[in-house]
T-cell receptor, first 113, second 112 residues
């Protein structure tokens, strides 16, 4: 059974204070690791997909990295508008043709001005 | 493109009532999914469909039924609502050419 654990559950940063969010996973053959951003009262918004250890993707102040056991979402010099819940999800061999994703419970990020 | 849309946005039901949630996508995606999101538990898959006319159970299917009569629509039904079904429901879709799923804005359901 695929498992995804995100830490910390909540993180408060001052504007400009860089930090990282962690996503640890256990799967039977990774087919993709996904990061989403979710604003209050809205649906998750796709950010990145990573497929193999060593891969990195960047978007503005966000950079996602992947190892064989975990992924990090690095936030450089965050701004208040980066405040959101960040969700991590995995797709594995066991999801088959359905392409099911298994989600973590998210990290709620608050960036204070 | 509107992407993935869901109706209604909010709904309050009494225990035992029934209702249907509608999901529509205009991206010609083959795959469609229904999730529920509860505090501290993340998104959990209820049912999914890999194509028109097909449906399958996810992680938490009990108390729900689904139908996909048209490729662009995926309906989630509650035949006899229970307070345990109070949640936020999200629909998502995905295409054959990529792995990510795209989500709708959600429906907040309260069962009294």
């Amino acid at each position: 059974e695929d498992q995804v654990t995100q830490s910390p559950e909540a993180l408060r940063l001052q504007e400009g204070e860089s930090s990282s969010l962690n996503c640890s996973y256990t799967v039977s053959g990774l087919r993709g690791l996904f990061w989403y951003r979710q604003d209050p009262g809205k649906g998750p918004e796709f950010l990145f997909t990573l497929y193999s250890a060593g891969e990195e993707k960047e978007k503005e102040r966000l950079k996602a990295t992947l190892t064989k056991k975990e992924s990090f979402l690095h936030i450089t010099a965050p701004k208040p508008e980066d405040s959101a819940t960040y969700l991590c999800a995995v797709r594995s061999i066991s999801s088959g043709s359905a392409r099911q994703l298994t989600f973590g419970s998210g990290t709620q990020l608050t960036v204070l001005p | 493109n509107a992407g993935v849309t869901q109706t209604p946005k909010f709904r309050v039901l009494k225990t035992g009532q029934s209702m249907t949630l509608l999901c529509a996508q205009d991206m010609n995606h083959e795959y469609m999914y229904w999730y529920r999101q509860d505090p501290g538990m993340g998104l959990r898959l209820i049912h999914y469909s890999v194509g028109e006319g097909t449906t399958a159970k996810g992680e938490v299917p009990d108390g729900y039924n689904v139908s996909r009569l048209k490729k662009q629509n995926f309906l989630l039904g509650l035949e006899s609502a229970a307070p345990s079904q109070t949640s936020v429901y999200f629909c998502a879709s995905g295409g054959a050419d990529y792995n990510e799923q795209f989500f709708g804005p959600g429906t907040r359901l309260t069962v009294l």
